[in-house]
């Protein structure tokens, strides 16, 4: 086997970059391809024409259903490389949309009807002060000075109580949605130009499993927390 040092030694300054980056990628997936059927680590294996996994499984067993074909390392390698660009490109689409919520949160109809709320308050305990005014100048008997004031008081209490409830409710969206803009904006620091890089790929790749040349499922380690955070962009719209 040769090392990354005289591997390197021997390449051209051009070429260096691109077989790093190669190496890193293989390096990443190999022990995260796994048998889609048994779980198992799938075996790998090189050859003078190509690179590839297969099932050691299959060679001992069929309770499981696995098979000892051979899946090329490249085929594998353009397929994370494919789901996990679909991915970043969705989420980095719904991290402009959390940011846009966000600037536009302050001027949504909620907080336009806690405002009004808020005001018609202020207009009713005005009311009250000027009921009570009218009573101690005699302008107004005790009974109708109490029946109005109860009046007042019931319309101040059944609007407060809307007002809170409005802002709970206010105060709990924008926390879910600044739960949402944080996990999207933190894909940010990835700069994935046309396609993922091993960073990228180390990251967000958690396994790869392979059931047939057909059926391949990429499992990424973000998939729970974006299911949460697209519930709470959903709730936000």
């Known amino acids: ?19 790093l980056y190669l190496d890193n990628i293989k390096q990443i997936l190999y022990k995260r391809v796994r048998c889609g059927y048994c779980g198992h680590v799938l075996r790998y294996r090189t050859s003078s024409s ?21 899946y090329s390392e490249d085929e594998i390698i353009n397929i994370v490389k494919t789901v996990v660009k679909s991915y970043m490109d969705i989420i980095l689409n719904l991290e402009r ?21 808020t005001g018609e308050i202020e207009q009713l305990q ?3 002060r000027l009921l009570y005014e009218r009573y101690k100048k005699g302008s107004l008997d005790k009974e109708t000075y109490f029946k109005d004031r109860e009046s007042i008081e019931c ?22 949605l600044n739960m949402a803009h944080c996990f999207f904006g933190s894909f940010t620091q990835f700069q994935i130009g046309d396609e993922p890089n091993a960073e990228v790929i180390n990251s967000l790749v958690e396994s790869i499993l392979i059931f047939d040349r057909d059926k391949t499922k ?20």
């Open 97 to 117: 949309l959390s940011t846009d919520l966000k600037q536009t949160q302050n001027t949504s109809s909620v907080q336009k009807i806690i405002a009004r709320l």
């Open 126 to 128: 005005s009311s009250k």
């Open 218 to 237: 990429v499992n990424l380690s973000f998939a729970e927390k974006l299911e949460k955070a697209l519930h709470a962009l959903n709730q936000s719209l």
């Open 155 to 176: 319309n101040i209490n059944n609007k407060t109580l809307e007002r809170e409830t409005l802002s709970v409710h206010n105060i709990e969206q924008e926390e879910v």
């Open 50 to 70: 190509r690179n590839y996994y297969f099932c050691r499984t299959a060679n001992y067993t069929d309770k499981y259903g696995c098979t000892s074909t051979q």
């Open 1 to 19: 086997m040769i090392s990354r040092g005289s591997r390197l030694s021997k390449l051209k300054n051009g070429e260096t970059q691109i077989n």
